[in-house]
């Protein structure tokens, strides 16, 4: 069994079909990267397995486990950690405060390691430096690494990225 699939997936955004008929399997410990002109779908199929855009038809299923129709934060304490295109720190909290507030501190769903402020920080020691500072006071690439660090901060098995290198230099990258 998969750890992620998609069968028979559409999407719409009002009458707008976006996905037709989308299927895909990822297995544990495989990299997928979905690459594509813009408006090619990318964002909306990580929407939908999310649960932003919930499709109409298809089936969406992590370990087994039916995702269509489930709240995002449900999803998300499931282990699929979601890292958007447009950041959405929270801008008067500090570097220290946005890891904070997503730091895991439920038990139910998957069995990833637990990510803590000094691992993400190993990751992104640039963040370290920062770690008092309001986020909204960051560059744009400074968010970006903070996203991924908030998003880690939740543990989870699947980590979904969408735009993951939006505004980060080519060294960070």
């Known amino acids: 069994m998969a750890l992620l699939s998609l069968e028979h997936v ?22 997928v990267c979905l690459l594509g002109r813009n408006g090619a779908g990318k964002t909306t199929t990580v929407r939908s397995i999310i649960g932003l855009t919930p499709p109409r ?8 486990h039916d995702l269509v129709g489930l709240a995002p934060y449900r999803i998300a304490r499931l282990g ?4 958007p295109e447009d950041r ?7 570097v220290r405060e946005n890891l904070e507030v997503a730091r895991r501190t439920w038990s139910e769903g998957g069995s990833a390691a637990a990510w ?3 691992r993400v920080f ?20 400074e968010q970006q690494m903070l996203t991924i660090a908030r998003t880690l901060m939740g543990s989870p098995e699947v980590l979904l990225l969408d735009e993951p290198s939006e505004g980060l230099a080519p060294l960070v990258v």
Request: avoid cysteine.
């Open 57 to 64: 038809a298809g089936r969406i299923a992590f370990r087994g």
């Open 116 to 118: 803590t402020e000094e």
């Open 10 to 31: 559409e999407t719409y955004y009002d009458e707008s079909h976006i996905l037709f008929d989308l299927s895909l399997e990822v297995e544990m410990g495989e990299v």
């Open 122 to 141: 190993d990751l992104f020691p640039h963040l370290r430096e920062l770690r008092a500072r309001h986020a909204g006071r960051l560059s744009g690439g």
């Open 88 to 94: 959405r720190v929270f801008p008067n909290l500090s």
């Open 80 to 83: 699929i950690g979601f890292v």
